[in-house]
Structure formats: C-alpha cells, structure tokens
T-cell receptor
C-alpha cells in the first residue's frame, strides 16, 4: 500500500496561513490524494482531494508537486476552529480497492 | 438528507455479550466502511463494502462480522465482546471508491467491561 508521511504536530497563529506538508514518494499514477481532518470528539471530516492539478474549495487549497511525490494542504487563514488532526491519505481503486487507510496525521494547534 | 447515521451513540457491554452497531446512509452511496479509533490513535479499518452483497476485510477484522443486504445499511456485529474491543467506532460512506469525498458518522463509543 502506498504510504504517506506527515509531521506529528504543527503550530499556527490565528488568522495566519498554514501549510501542512505530506510526502508520498511511492504514489502510483492512479492514487488520489485525499485530506481529512478530525476535530476533538468528532468523526473525520472531508477537506479536499485531487489527482494531479492543484485544487481549491471553500475550506482549503491543495498544492500537488509536479512529480506528485508530495502535496501541501493550505489553510489560508487559520481560525481556532481549525485546530484538529489532519490526515493525508492516498486512495486508489486498483491497488487498494479504494480503501481509506489513515496514518497518524498532523495535529495542528492554533494560537490566538 | 441525514448523511451517515450511527446508533447507538454510547454502549456498555459485558465481556462475552454480543451486539450490533448500526450504520445507515441515505445518499445512495455504494462504498461503506467501519473503523475503530483507540485513545490517542488514528483510525483503523475493520471491514468495508463496495456494494450490496459485497464485503471485505480491512486492517483489523478479527472479532467483527459485517453484511450488506441493502445499499443503505452496513451493520457491524460483535459476536463475543472482549475488553480489547473498547473503542470508538466510526462508519463512513462514499459514492464511489476514489474520486469522491467520504462522509463519516458521529461515532459509537463502546466500552466492554
């Protein structure tokens, strides 16, 4: 299974941008890059996903390296509500049957 | 449109008892899955289903059974509960297996004494 590597924790100040990195050097051509987050005492929540091109939505932006071996989740203005564990996951039908396999994620703390 | 609904929210079982955790979705999603999350850890996949009548094992399937007789429902059965199954259980669904977002339920907190 293709694996991802994320820092265990990161800190940010409120209202500043946050860049959460993810390395996936063994990514295959059919892997989609998904990001989820989990707020305390809640179920995971979808953030964004992409295949090759950068993606934007109302929550965040996803920047994907040209060789697809790394990606960065960008929160444009962090709020206290963004404090959560962020998971970078590769989702592939052909090699994994589309399973979402969670790693340890990055715990983001946001300071006022 | 209620999304993914899990019942019950909380449950206490005695060792050796059996129970079924319910999961239902009203979004006509083909793909459904069950996870467990132990304190301070990430989610681990127990079982998943790619459509009615089709199920497969995840990372930690032992002690759990599943079936998928309808598109909407994906129950998780504990046949003989053990203290090691004390955990928070999450159900998830998605329209298909790669290029769509997954929706998660709010979880069932299970304690086995």
């Amino acid at each position: 299974d293709a694996k991802t590597t994320q820092p265990n924790s990161m800190e940010s100040n409120e209202e500043e941008p946050v860049h959460l990195p993810c390395n996936h050097s063994t990514i295959s051509g059919t892997d989609y890059i998904h990001w989820y987050r989990q707020l305390p005492s809640q179920g995971p929540e979808y953030v964004i996903h992409g295949l090759t091109s950068n993606v934007n939505n109302r929550m965040a932006s996803l920047a994907i390296a040209e060789d697809r071996k790394s990606s960065t989740l960008i929160l444009h203005r962090a709020t206290l509500r963004d404090a959560a564990v962020y998971y970078c996951i590769l989702r592939d039908f052909y090699n994994q049957g589309g399973k979402l396999i969670f790693g340890q994620g990055t715990e983001l703390s946001v300071k006022p | 449109n209620a999304g993914v609904t899990q019942t019950p929210k909380f449950q206490v079982l005695k060792t050796g008892q059996s129970m079924t955790l319910q999961c239902a979705q009203d979004m006509n999603h083909e793909y459904m899955s069950w996870y467990r999350q132990d304190p301070g850890m990430g989610l681990r996949l127990i079982h998943y289903s790619v459509g009615a009548g089709i199920t497969d094992q995840g990372e930690v399937p032992n002690g759990y059974n599943v079936s998928r007789s309808t598109t909407e429902d994906f129950p998780l059965r504990l046949l003989s509960a053990a203290p090691s199954q004390t955990s928070v259980y999450f159900c998830a669904s998605s329209y298909e297996q790669t290029n769509t977002e997954a929706f998660f339920g709010q979880g069932t907190r299970l304690t086995v004494v």
